[in-house]
């Protein structure tokens, strides 16, 4: 059951970002097929290459099993933007989003 949340998630993340599996595989140091191999259900990472993976996007492991967050590198850069703006301004942008959440 895990094994395949972990298989699709980095799937899903990867493809978020817009890379190949031969270009993640590189980028994270391993040989190209590194990722297929992941995703096709042939290996698993170890811990150390999972937290490497969480590190690669940008997201903490418990993003990364957070499936409810569809898009956790976006969601966690606009918590950095938020937490520097001042009180007016974050009412204004909490006002934007329960009008904009309104239309759905």
Sequence with gaps: MYAK???????Q???Q???????MSYELGHCKGYINNIS???ALPSLSEFFAI????????????????????RTDRMK??????????????????DRLSEKN
Excluded: A, H, M, W
């Design 5 to 11: 949340l972990v298989r699709e998630r980095i799937t």
């Design 13 to 15: 993340l990867r493809l």
């Design 17 to 23: 970002k817009g890379i190949s599996e031969y270009k």
């Design 40 to 42: 096709s259900g042939k």
């Design 54 to 73: 969480c590190d690669y996007f940008g997201i903490t492991p418990l993003e990364f099993f957070d499936t409810d967050i569809k898009n956790p590198t």
């Design 80 to 97: 950095q933007k938020l937490e520097t703006l001042s009180p007016e301004d974050l009412s204004l942008v909490s006002d934007i989003i």
